[in-house]
């Protein structure tokens, strides 16, 4: 299953740099003897290893002062722990079940054959170098003319040059008459024209012998190949043939999985209590999840078959690539168990967050930088999965012994299932009591979500609606398993904890529900209007046929205003943030401004514009909690309520209870874009062309229209991007191969996607940005943009018509009755009950269980008190504290004092957080945020 470099180094970092100075002794050695063998009986080799920069693989030292190769990328490792060890064995089963094809004699329907080893060998193909230890014993004990090996990566050959003894390897070589190939780099497709090649040397050579060392894409359609066509010399040396390598998700198999040498010949599982396991598992599904029933009915096994293995024990088998899934099932998924719960921050989101320097004066971030060294030593050092855990996504079921293992030890409130691979799951049905992990789930109120098919891309969705379901805020306390390595899972995985970190660090703590508050106070005071949910009045009104441009701050932007500026008087242009400084200083007055943040930055990004009439003449698109100081640059703000917010949940509900029913946006959150897709697809508008959406970059330096205020007039950027943001990753291009994204863009991306997809064929999308591709648009260069004409006459008047229509009048009136709903005196009171349950320090893991739940419940109490602003404000901030305190709870033993001494620091942290909160509320209740950002446009000073 899972084979990483933290299984197999010691948790002391000391002890293991003191195992790995003694280790590199033996290893310096080694290189400098074999460069000199290689340099006496293979001297490519010597350039090959000197010029060679490793990438992607590199030798580490195991506890046991073994070596292993480990893909640093990843941290996956290439042998068990005992690398030795197990190519002993592996070489020892090859004596006696040597695969092999016949070049030119006895061809056969086989699709592996196999036979003992004979002492004399013509020809020795090996497939895989790893550390190489298996050339010796194949050296030492056959007599080979002809030992020809593949290795797709150099890299490997460096890790083997370091480790194994090639000196004896090419000298036992020489007196024995072996002819050494290495064919480092290969994979193995030029085997037609390197078998042609062998037999001019010796036209009677017939029977190739083959050892897979690993498992490889590529090499596995090549000896696939070999081995079909035995005795066939015409295919087996057709230069012409094209391999193709196995690519898909459901067709990865691990380097070393099982079944290596493919003499393994499959065996049927289902026996008779296999039979009756699998029974009541599919009455389980049916009652809890009739549709996951039904698939699995329907399912047939498409790669990925049950099987018994040599030794019993229920396995999965590759049918085309003949590779067994597990080397021992029950040592693994005991061993997994045992792994995760002694680590289970490995794939932690929270602990390490971090905020931006524009908000260091929030008291959320200054509390949270007060906890980090805290809790940064505490729980990356020793910690324990808790005996109760709210929230768990396992990513893998392969033939789930794991989950039947974790749930009998643990209670898991919300377990997240993924497993793309239905082959695995129906599988599973036949092994793992999932009708006892689902009884112990419905008798504990527990919530199970099976997330089942698909390449794993569509997690974030599934996840973030269902946590929605119980609370966003449990992404603070959840924790990450993954069961098994998959490349295509890997990408769904670490996009999912990139998007997490994204969702959470927009989460709303007491800070952002305060001057949300006091924000939308102002709006509704003010008479700034709202959009009404239902558009029955005005859903064919004619300014709605008019297409409309939306502007991001991309740097394909450059590349469009001619097109903007031809345009313009026949659309609705949309400016998305910083954009309308670009449009700005190229002439271009957009119709609608949009912003999304509430703090008071972009009041000082809009008004590096150095001309008010300009923005007096723009109407401000954007959500509850604009900043009042923004909101008074523009001619008018028209606004709708953002899912999630306390805000909202205040001021939606006021207004709805007096009859005005606002429209909410569910996904309007990480960028503009995303509010102005969402906001303008609400208002019924149907026809969209995006300029400047790239959500990426091709260049890390050209990461914004040069024209906005990221860019100085002589052109430097206003701030390092790439040290703040990171270099990007490799994303697909709107109108090229590839562009480089960043986790936020990422998550902008996929919520686009779904809401152009949620609209279904009501809208049309054209992509005229030179970005990241976006599913559901048409990619269009700007060129190419043919508009139909609109029966609209007159643009401003049709469209002042549809606002009119659209919008609530103003109703400032509502705003003082909505919120004097809450008494300030039941929110002194209930945050006195809320410190009096803080107050004590806590004993022991019993107590710091119990204080948490008190929090919760006493929180729960004050969720439905509609005069008590308490959990309104904070709420958010709660779950973040109790998901910290909780995973420290966990760890608290009567042995380790530490968990609770860092319990009662982090508690004493928390005390002072909701005092302070109390307090700056209590003296400033309608207090507007005040970040600033102007040290970015300040210039430095000199001397």
């Known amino acids: 299953m899972l084979k990483y470099i933290n299984y197999q180094i010691l948790d002391n970092s000391d002890q293991q740099e003191a195992l790995e100075k003694q280790v590199s002794v033996s290893i310096g050695r080694n290189i400098r003897q074999n460069i000199d063998a290689f340099r006496q009986h293979i001297p490519s080799m010597v350039s090959l290893i000197n010029d060679h920069q490793i990438q992607q693989y590199s030798l580490f030292c195991t506890k046991d002062a073994e070596l292993n190769i480990v893909d640093f990328a990843t941290g996956r490792v290439f042998y068990q722990s005992s690398a030795k060890q197990e190519v002993l064995a592996e070489v020892q089963e090859f004596y006696s079940h040597a695969a092999y094809f016949n070049l030119q004699s006895n061809t056969d329907d086989l699709t592996w054959r196999h036979q003992p080893l004979p002492q004399k060998v013509d020809v020795l193909m090996v497939f895989g170098m790893g550390l190489g230890y298996h050339l010796n014993e194949l050296v030492m004990n056959c007599n080979i003319r002809y030992l020809v090996v593949y290795e797709p990566n150099v890299d490997i050959l460096l890790c083997s040059a370091q480790a194994n003894n090639w000196q004896q390897l090419l000298d036992t070589a020489t007196s024995m008459g072996t002819h050494i190939f290495l064919q480092m780099g290969s994979d193995a497709t030029a085997v037609p024209a390197e078998l042609a090649e062998l037999l001019e040397f010796d036209a009677t050579l017939d029977k190739i012998f083959v050892y897979r060392h690993q498992f490889h894409p590529m090499m596995d359609d090549v000896i696939r190949y070999l081995m079909q066509h035995s ?206 992990i689902f009884a112990k789930a419905d008798a504990a109120e527990g919530r199970i979500y099976l997330n089942l098919g698909g390449d794993g891309s569509h997690y974030f969705y599934d996840l973030m609606s269902q946590f929605y379901q119980i609370g966003a805020y449990s992404i603070a306390d959840t924790y990450m398993l993954s069961t098994y390595f998959n490349i295509g899972m890997q990408k769904a995985i670490s996009d999912l904890r990139s998007e997490l970190k994204v969702v959470l660090a927009l989460g709303e703590y007491y800070d952002h529900a305060r001057f949300g508050i006091a924000h939308t106070y102002h709006s509704v005071f003010s008479g700034q209007r709202f959009l009404q949910h239902s558009n029955a009045e005005y ?160 260049d890390i330096n050209q990461h914004h229209s040069q024209h906005s205020a990221y860019y100085k007039t002589d052109g430097s950027q206003v701030y390092n991007y790439q040290r703040r943001h990171g270099g990007g990753v490799p994303s697909t291009g709107n109108f090229r191969p590839m562009v480089y994204t960043k986790p936020e863009f990422d998550v902008s991306r996929k919520l686009l996607e779904q809401a152009i997809s949620k609209a279904g064929r009501k809208v049309e999308v054209y992509n005229c940005s030179d970005g990241v591709k976006i599913k559901g648009t048409i990619a269009l260069q700007p060129e190419n943009i043919l508009l139909e004409a609109t029966d609209v006459k007159d643009k401003e008047t049709e469209l002042a018509g549809l606002l009119q229509a659209a919008y609530f009048p103003a109703f400032s009136e509502l705003a003082d009755p909505i919120y004097a709903q809450f008494d300030s005196a039941v929110f002194e009171s209930s945050m006195q009950q809320w410190l009096d349950i803080l107050a004590q320090d806590v004993e022991n893991k019993a107590d710091a269980t119990a204080l948490i739940e008190k929090q919760w419940q006493f929180l729960r109490k004050r969720a439905v008190k509609d005069n008590d602003i308490t959990f309104c404000l904070f709420h958010g901030s709660a779950n ?30 928390w005390r002072g957080y909701l005092q302070d909160g109390q307090t700056h509320y209590m003296q400033e209740p309608f207090e507007f945020d005040s970040v600033s950002v102007q040290y970015l446009f300040k210039p430095v000073k000199q001397g």
């Open 231 to 436: 005795g066939d010399k015409e295919a087996l040396t057709h230069t012409g043939h094209q391999f193709t390598e196995y690519k898909e998700y459901a067709d990865y198999v691990s380097e070393r999985a099982g079944n290596l040498l493919g003499s393994y010949q499959p065996q049927g599982y289902k026996t008779e209590q296999a039979q009756i396991l699998y029974d009541a598992n599919m009455a389980a599904l049916l009652k809890f999840y009739p549709k996951v029933h039904k698939a699995v009915l329907e399912h047939k096994t498409r790669a990925w078959q049950l099987v018994a293995d040599p030794q019993g024990q229920p396995n999965l088998y590759h049918q085309k690539r003949h590779a067994l899934f597990h080397n021992d099932l029950a040592i693994e998924s005991a061993g997994l168990v045992e792994y995760f719960i002694h680590h289970p921050f490995k794939d932690d989101v929270v602990l390490n967050q971090r905020a931006s320097s524009k908000y260091k004066s929030y008291l959320h971030f200054s509390k949270v930088a007060e906890l980090q060294p805290l809790i940064d030593k505490a729980l990356n050092q020793e910690s324990q999965l808790p005996g109760v855990v709210n929230s768990l996504i396992v990513f893998g079921v392969a033939l789930g012994k794991h989950l039947e293992l974790l749930t009998e030890k643990h209670q898991i409130k919300n377990l997240f299932i993924c497993e793309p691979n239905l082959d695995f799951f129906a599988a599973s049905l036949w092994v793992t009591d999932w009708a006892g």
């Open 539 to 698: 859903k064919n009104h004619v300014a709605l046929n008019l297409p409309v441009f939306l502007v991001g701050n991309g740097p394909s932007l450059d590349h469009c205003f001619e097109y903007l500026r031809e345009y313009r008087d026949q659309v609705i242009v949309i400016s998305c943030g910083t954009a309308l400084r670009s449009l700005h200083k190229n002439g271009i007055e957009p119709d609608f401004h949009a912003e999304i943040e509430q703090n008071r930055a972009t009041f000082d990004w809009i008004t590096q514009i150095d001309d008010r009439d300009y923005l007096k003449r723009i109407r401000l698109l954007s959500v509850n909690g604009i900043h009042p100081d923004t909101a008074a640059l523009f001619k008018e703000t028209l606004l709708c309520f953002k899912d999630g917010e306390a805000s909202t949940y205040v001021f939606h509900n006021g207004l709805k209870k007096r009859g005005f029913n606002v429209a909410s946006l569910a996904y309007a959150y990480p960028t503009v874009t995303n509010l102005v897709m969402n906001y303008a697809i609400k208002l019924g508008f149907k026809q969209f062309y995006l300029f400047g959406v790239d959500l990426g970059f091709i």
């Open 880 to 909: 973040y504290m109790a998901g910290v305190l909780t995973k420290l709870a966990a760890n608290i033993t009567d042995d380790n004092t530490e968990f609770l001494k860092t319990f009662n620091q982090v508690l004493a942290v």
